[in-house]
Structures are given as structure tokens and as C-alpha cells.
């Protein structure tokens, strides 16, 4: 039993942060990255997100992963290591990991995530939850770490969760497929999260509760800018939107401008401009169905090797490997 936690955080996150938001808010249409959602308050809503009736791909995917990780780790070969991106508490993924000590063999568990203090701490409960784990945590930002992920096991499992493939557009989502299956040896699989398809009205009662979570959730994004680059949002000048794009096959998060107003950030020098109705995308979620899938997988000479939905078809874990 040991636990490695190595971090790689950029020193200049806090400039990444002023750049990425620079560029969006000086894009037409004006947009923001989905990562930026995320300080305690975004993570504590999202957590409320997943509890909500309508809000269906957190339960499903649990129930998947409850009902059926015997069956996806031998489609996988039984691996000994599993890397978790984004890894969080690794609630859903100790299923996956008793079912590796059921199968006897469970040797390294790798998360994967932005915080040092969650990734201690879920690696200090994991080890005494499953004695004779090791774990070597990986503190970083994987979309531009993947690379340094420790690897070197003859049989891994990489798990990607939670759907936020879908947060990608096509030619990032490529990109980074590609990247992962560069990182796979011929024994390793990746195992990934997808909302499939289903009825707009379904869709849009996810991303916008009656109870109001999600459209908190959104403006979120903005009381990060003004906390972290001294901003001066209104966020009751804002309203939260959320319509299924058929042609695309994605749900399409913005804040709407409920009035003309100029936004002041001092941490950029910058004033922006909204005019009244002018629309900013926060978010995107793709779905998808198994041959888009299939089609994705090639594209990143990935092949599609396990299918697994929850009883009511609403969402897909899926196995892949390197082709050939």
C-alpha cells in the first residue's frame, strides 16, 4: 500500500485563466469555457445538479457501473491499473474498483484531477478501503497534461466520466481522443461516458430544472470572473438558456444579456459590451448514438470493443482499444 501524489499545476494559471476568457469575450458570439464553473460554489451546485429529478445521466450512469463493472473490466482483460480523469472523490468509480479486487486484480488506482486536496484525500480513504492499493495521484489540468500520466502497466483501463467528452467541440474532441490513444499500449483500454440521444423535451428539462440549479449552476461562471479577475457582473442582468441544436445533436448552454450594459474587468483592463438579448455560450453537451460513436473512435485509430447502456437506454459506457 503507497501513496504517490505528484503535482503539475501551471504557476500561470491565473494568466491561462486571463486568456481564455480575453479571447471569449472578445469572440462572436461571445463564450466561455465550461471549466470555468468550477470554484467550491460551482462544484457544491453541480453535486445539487446531479440529485435533481430531471437530471438523469448521473443516475444512469451509476447504475451501469453498479450493475455491470464485473462485465466491462473482463471485456477489458481484466486490467490491473485504472486511471480516472477528472477523478473527483472517485464516488461512482469504486464500483469499478471492487469489482477489480472481486476479480483479484486490483493492483494501482490513477486519479486524475485539478485538486490537490480532493485527490489526497480520496487516495488516503481508497487505501484503506482496498489495503494493499497503491495510488498515485496526478494533480493537474489533463486537457493539457494527458501526456504525463503515469503509465507503464501491461493492462490499464483509462475511465473518462460524467459525459464531459461531450463538453468538447469535434476537432478538440478528435484531438484529444487522439491523444489518448497514443497513450494506450495493446493490452489498454479506455472506458468513456456518453449521453446518447433521446427526446428534446427530455434534454432540455436536464439542463434546465424547475427548481432553478442549472440556471444558478450557469451564472456561476460569472461571480468566478468577478472573484477572480475583478469583474463587475450582474448576474441578475443575465438569464440562463438551454436549447437541444438537432442539427448538431447537442444541448447549447448560454446566458442571455436581459438588457444593454457594459461589464468592467480590471484584471483584463477591459470593458465588454452586451447588448439587450445578445446571447453568450458557456456550454456545449454533445450526444450521441453508437455509430456516431464508432465513426468518433476511428477518426482516432481507436476501435469500439464494449457497449453498455443502463436499462432504459439513456446513456453509454463504452470500452474501446487501438485498432487492429
Known sequence: MTIAIDVHLDADAAATMARDVRAGLCDYPKELA???FYDDRGSRLFEQITELPEYYPTRAERQILERRSPEILEAAGRPSTL???GS??????????SAMRDLGSLDTYVPVDISEEITQRTATALVEEYPGLDVHGFVCDFEQHLERIPHGTDRRMIAFLGGTIGNLYPRQ????LERIAALLGPHDHLLLGTDLIKDRARLEAAYDDSA??????NKNVLAVLNGQLDADFDLDAFEHLARYDAEAERMDIRLRSLADQEVRIDGLDLDVAFAAGEEMRTEISTKFTRERLESVYAGADLELRGWFTDEAGDYALSLAAPAG
Not at 473527483?88 to 474498483?97: D, E, I, N, P, V
Not at 474532441?173 to 484529444?176: D, G, H, L, S
Not at 432553478?212 to 449552476?217: D, L, S
Open 88 to 97: 473527483g472523490s472517485a464516488t461512482k468509480t469504486r464500483h469499478l474498483l
Open 212 to 217: 432553478g440549479v442549472t440556471a444558478e449552476f
Open 34 to 36: 465550461p471549466k470555468y
Open 83 to 85: 486511471t480516472e480523469l
Open 173 to 176: 474532441r478528435q484531438a484529444f
